[in-house]
């Protein structure tokens, strides 16, 4: 706790500083261009990574950035609120779903059944990734446990940016070119980004 109430002092008299001007514009509302759906994974910035500035992002977070398919609820649904936010209020005008390497959530979804019994919650969350779970599980062997791990990573972006197209109001942005969505598998050994080609069916690496 002290280390962080010291970030917070040198964060008045450095940053806040240096863009003081940029926070008196951000007082009475805010502009982001574009909602981060990323992990909750602490090694996870995304400002860091994209370089953004306060009120560029609104950003999700959650256990393997996942996206739930709409559906009509009165559940408390925080991360679909979040995504309705951003899209119908905000207006924002691209999406951004992140994955990385050495997803905590994307690992367990790979382990046996029992393996999160301790965490029921987050075994019910992860439920939403078992399809991507499964076909990974189908197409690669047991014994090629890194290659299961990067395919499971980039498959479970494919598959959230599948579930942001199931928004009717996503859907029809996309479609009538007034957003874009994007897939990016993040390296956090060494910061490369690779980004999906849906026409090629891959992650390139932005360069």
Known sequence: MENLIKGILNFREGDFDAHKELFKELKEEQKPHTLFISCSDSRVDPNMITGSLPGELFIIRNIANIVPPFRDTHDYVATTSAIEYAVLSLNVENIIVCGHSNCGGCAACLKPVEFLDELPHT?????????????????????????????????????????????????????????????????????????????????????
């Open 123 to 207: 075994k019910k969350w992860l439920e939403l990734s078992h399809p991507v779970r499964d076909r990974v599980l189908r197409d690669i062997s047991e014994n090629e446990y890194e290659k299961r791990e990067w395919l499971m990573e980039q498959a479970n972006v494919v598959e959230q940016l599948k579930h942001l197209l199931s928004y009717p109001y996503i859907r029809e942005r996309v479609k009538n070119g007034k957003m874009k969505i994007s897939g990016w598998h993040y390296i956090i050994e060494t910061g490369e980004i690779f980004i999906y080609d849906k026409d090629k069916g891959e992650f390139k690496l932005a360069n």
